[in-house]
């Protein structure tokens, strides 16, 4: 099937999209800086409102996509993600995390990360107190620690009985999920004066081999920045997109004069080429420029995207049309 273009894209859009009442005077004060967050899933709506604040409040973009992203973290309900996100096979939650700041061209990552609820903000410090851009596992975690963070016990009762289930089930999937566990909050962020910030954090797939790292932690795949051109940011199937460098390249596409919208087709378009299961797997991305212009596009119908829109001094949740239809 023929991708759909960019005009039946963005009206698709505008049709789903459903206002959700997150006007506040902060809000309204962040948006005459015509600051604009993009984020992926429906708890990218709260991870924007807070953003919105915390710009509001005088705190940079970095800071704002941080906080935006913490709030999701912290959520126990949000199964995917920090708290109360599921583990791997072992019955261990491992967090990924990375951000990155378009002027300074730095991003910090944080891979296969134990008992700190957190990781965009150790990712944040590894990217600002270290000359490293990514730190894994147990280093990970003692570098957290020395940085003051808490380790806790990510486990919730909900993952703990999900682990439970899916381990004593005979015919256990093994390494993949359903479509209900595999999420990934990825913000993208432009303050109105030319800055751009990506930032992603995931516990990735549930049940993993203890050690998988996919594309949400990668600088380039799970998110990227440039003031130049734009953000991007990636939720999916990390394991086949990180073979794509997606974010990278629709960065790269904006870098060339595209809109945000045609980079996130053509990102769907090069994957389509050789990409497994593409009428069934899940391929999502979002972007935005500097101007504060967006783009979002998963590659089918089966497993849409919803992402979070947040700029006027209100957010939206809005679904994207997709690639293939
Ligand atoms: N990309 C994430 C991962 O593969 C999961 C997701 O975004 O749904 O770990």
């Known amino acids: 099937m023929e991708p759909i273009d960019r005009r039946t894209f963005l009206a698709a859009g505008a049709a789903t999209a459903a206002s959700l009442g997150t006007a506040s005077p902060a809000a309204a004060k962040a948006d005459k800086s015509g600051a604009v967050f993009l984020s992926t899933w429906k708890w990218g709506v709260h991870a924007n409102t807070r953003a919105a604040e915390v710009l509001d409040g005088g705190g940079s973009l ?10 999701v973290e912290d959520d126990p309900n949000v199964m995917t993600v920090g708290y109360g996100g599921l583990p791997n096979a072992q019955g261990e939650v491992e967090l990924d995390a990375g951000i990155m700041d378009g002027t300074t061209h730095r991003a910090g990552s944080i891979c296969n990360l134990h008992k700190i609820k957190n990781p965009i903000s150790v990712a944040r410090l590894v990217m600002e107190r270290t000359r490293h851009t990514t730190l894994a596992g147990e280093g990970a975690l003692q570098f ?3 940085m003051g963070f808490a380790p806790m016990q990510l486990l919730t009762p909900k993952s703990l009985e999900a682990w439970l289930k899916w381990r004593s089930t005979p015919d256990r999937k093994s390494f993949w999920i359903d479509g209900e566990h595999h999420d990934t909050i990825g913000m993208v962020a432009a303050d109105g004066e030319g ?5 992603c954090s995931t516990s990735g797939l549930a049940w993993k081999i203890p050690g998988r790292v996919a594309d949400s932690p990668l600088v380039g795949c799970g998110y990227y920045a440039d003031d130049a051109a734009g953000a991007a940011s990636a939720t999916g199937d990390g394991d086949v997109m990180t073979n794509y460098c997606t974010s990278a390249f629709i960065v790269q596409q904006m870098a060339r004069g ?8 053509e990102c769907m378009r090069m994957m389509a080429r050789s990409a497994p299961d593409i009428h069934t797997d899940m391929y999502c991305v ?17 497993q849409p995207l919803q992402y979070a829109h947040w700029r006027g001094g209100s957010g939206t949740l809005e679904t994207a049309a997709a690639f293939l239809g």
Do not use: T
């Open 62 to 71: 970095l800071d704002a996509v941080e906080k935006g992203i913490n709030v």
């Open 144 to 146: 957290a620690i020395a």
């Open 195 to 199: 800055k751009v910030v990506a930032g």
């Open 258 to 265: 595209a809109h945000p919208q045609e980079a996130c087709e």
């Open 286 to 302: 979002i972007a935005i420029n500097p101007r504060g212009e967006i783009g979002a596009a998963s590659m089918n119908s089966k």
